[in-house]
């Protein structure tokens, strides 16, 4: 069996106070021989200031202390840790990519993400504009990465709105879909379940998402909810408020026999086939 965990968190600028948050939290995880682990988007650093960010990115393109802090967590508890985002520092624009990275059981990095879509947007919140891509390039590839048993594809929070990504994501062979996210208290309460399901239902795969939770020292209010979504929608496992884990099986059954029911990969007049004559 194949065990899929979300780690809910409420991140602060501080980036030990973090390590040590998200340390405490894999010790509570249940034990399996494979196991995936989700931390939510900016895991090591939130609710700080957009520079002091860009400065964290800035200094950890020398000292590399923030994926270290990773690599070494995915080893101590021998996961594949898919490790929400950390700010990577790209020295020619003086910005950084949000960047997810995968690391393997053995602390490898495995593969990493740069979220596709920025969050340019107005909220009626207290931030009121959101203006991501100040400080944020926006990424170019999307990623797949095949482990022992399963493929993995990768999103980032306002990634979520764009179906496209996971029907590309899906075509390259994905099976589980991550999902880390600092979704805002305001639009998570009125879209992140049902965009969630969507994306389960439609493209017939596992979600596994985590997101950041409650007030930060910013200010900022995040929506949380954390979730495992199987490929008929249905929510395995959930965790509304506070931090905490939450933990579901990989059923390759499952997925098999929902896409064998309902095939919608080959009913897709907006997939391009390769006719066979
Ligand atoms: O800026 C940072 O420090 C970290 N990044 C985020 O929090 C990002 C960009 S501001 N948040 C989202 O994408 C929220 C999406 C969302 O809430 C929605 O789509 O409704």
Redesign the pocket.
Known sequence: MIKLSAIQLSSSPNVQDNLATIERLMSQLPFAEQHIVVLP??CLF?GGT?RA?LDLAKQDATTNELKTGLSKLAKQYNVTLVAG?IPQYIEQQDKFY?TCCVFSGSGELLTQYHKMH??D?D?NDSEKQ?R?SRY?EKGTSAITKTLDSLTLGLS???D??FPELYRHLTTLGAQVITVP????KV??KA?WLPLLQARAIENQVYIVAAG?YGVHDNGRET?GQSVIINPWGEVLSEITQGVGTISADFDLDTLQSVRQAIPVAQHNQFITKIKTL
């Not at 996210?181 to 805002?184: D, E, L, R, S």
């Open positions: 988007e900016c939130f957009d960010q985002s949000n920025l969050f947007v909220v959101y991501e944020t980032i929070c306002y979520l709105r996210a600092a979704f805002t639009t998570g879209h950041q929506w």
